[in-house]
């Protein structure tokens, strides 16, 4: 109860803070993309993990104010940061936010609009549980997304209760490997063996695919002899404030 009335007050206050992660072309190191990652302090109970705020602020409904305090900010910077390099910024969406569509819909060409992004290099991350119970009408929203330019990307891949089959009923551009996959790779033949399926499976979809959670270089000199293009990982940098994020940027440049 405590948590909830400070998460709507901080939110009316603007307090919450994106840092981001940037994601990288494994085989040269480059930043091509960066995700952007909700932070929250607050006063009187310090650092909140998105793990607790986004669950609760999914119960109450708040996850569309917040949702869309994401979105704008990320765009916001995202747009400052194409005239270093021409990078996408990845934003995740709650199964939740879709069950306005219309609205929804709505609110993202407005963001989209005020802030100049072009629309192609907004990528959004929803997870598998957005298909568990879907509908003719969020195949829809989700095609009518992708025509407004945006990419459309499968985050956690492999973790939920989906079937496979709804990689053929939408057209997803990308899949992140979750960083559950790769945590337990090394000598250890069953996870290698499921890792290496998902890249197959990803190209032969024509799938373009993200690892994250690369914390070593075996992973991502394993990740590359499979032809897994992407990479997002502590190895590479951990979520940064804007700020530190601008610099990184910069210094590759
Ligand atoms: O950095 P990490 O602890 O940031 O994130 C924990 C979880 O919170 C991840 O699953 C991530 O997708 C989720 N998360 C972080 N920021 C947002 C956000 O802005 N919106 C939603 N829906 N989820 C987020
Ligand atoms: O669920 P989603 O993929 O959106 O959230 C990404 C989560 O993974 C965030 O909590 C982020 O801080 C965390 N993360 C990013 N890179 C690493 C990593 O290399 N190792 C671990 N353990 N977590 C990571
Ligand atoms: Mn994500
Ligand atoms: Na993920």
Redesign the pocket.
């Known amino acids: 109860l405590l948590m909830d009335s400070r998460l709507r007050k901080a939110l009316n206050n603007n307090e919450l803070e994106l840092h981001y992660q940037p994601i990288v072309e494994l085989a040269s190191g480059k930043i091509i993309a960066v995700e952007a990652l909700m932070r929250w302090h607050d006063a009187e109970l310090g650092f909140v993990s998105p793990t607790e705020f986004i669950p609760l602020a999914e119960r109450t409904g708040v996850i569309n104010q917040l949702g869309e305090q994401a979105l704008r900010q990320a765009c916001i910077n995202a747009q400052a940061w194409q005239s270093i390099a021409p990078i996408s910024v990845a934003v995740n969406f709650s199964s939740v936010q879709f069950r306005q569509c219309e609205p929804l819909l709505m609110k993202i060409e407005r963001i989209l609009s005020s802030t100049g992004l072009d629309p192609k290099r907004l990528d959004i ?1 929803v997870t598998e549980s957005l298909l568990i119970s879907e509908s003719g009408e969020l195949r829809q929203t989700l095609q009518q997304l992708q025509a407004l330019g945006p990419q459309l990307s499968i ?2 891949f492999g973790t939920g209760y989906s079937a496979l089959s709804y990689l053929q009923r939408f057209s997803f551009n990308k899949l ?1 490997i ?2 559950s996959f790769l945590q337990h790779m090394e000598h250890n033949e069953p996870d290698q063996a499921l890792v290496k399926a998902i890249l197959a499976m990803a190209a032969a979809l024509d799938l373009k695919v993200v690892a ?1 959670g690369i914390e070593a270089q075996w992973q991502a000199d394993f990740l590359t002899k499979h032809q897994c293009q992407f990479g997002q990982g502590y190895l590479y940098s951990k979520p940064l404030p804007a700020e530190e994020f601008e610099a990184l940027l910069r210094q590759q440049t």
């Open positions: 991350e985050d956690d992140k979750d960083r994250e």
